[in-house]
């Protein structure tokens, strides 16, 4: 079973930066597309980007496209969340995710929370105004 885990969350102020990193086990890790979601408090959680192990096609959700990058270095095994311009309503715990079939899907697919196996335990981002 791979197990992730997520660090980078804080608080900060509108308009500021944060990174988040998910470091995930196994050695098969460059086989697993990977996503990150996020759920702000009495809301549903909702996609926020994902990267296609395949040819490292990215997805964003419309709220955050051309504020927040996710990138993978498979070499550490990591995924990445950078997020810049952030707004109060980034506000919410983020979750990286693993979809250990690898499939070569599309941003329909990469946007459901049901095409990922593997979740992290979330990490807390406050953006204050």
């Known amino acids: 079973q791979v197990q992730l885990v997520e660090s980078g969350g804080g608080l900060v102020q509108a308009g500021g930066s944060l990174r988040l990193s998910c470091a995930a086990s196994?050695?098969?890790?460059?086989?697993?597309?990977m996503g990150w979601f996020r759920q702000a408090p009495g809301k549903e959680r909702e996609f926020v980007a994902a990267?296609?192990?395949?040819?490292?096609?990215?997805f964003y959700a419309d709220s955050v496209k051309g504020r927040f990058t996710i990138s993978r270095d498979n070499a550490k095994n990591t995924v990445y969340l950078q997020m810049n311009s952030l707004k109060p309503d980034d506000t919410a715990v983020y979750y990286c995710?693993?979809?250990?079939?690898?499939?070569?899907?599309?941003?329909?697919?990469?946007?459901?929370?049901?095409?990922?196996?593997?979740w992290g335990q979330g990490t807390q981002v406050t953006v204050s105004s």
């Open positions: 995710a693993a979809d250990l079939q690898g499939y070569r899907g599309g941003s329909s697919y990469f946007r459901t929370s049901r095409s990922y196996d593997a």
């Open positions: 990267i296609r192990r395949i040819d490292v096609t990215t």
């Open positions: 196994g050695r098969t890790f460059s086989a697993y597309n």
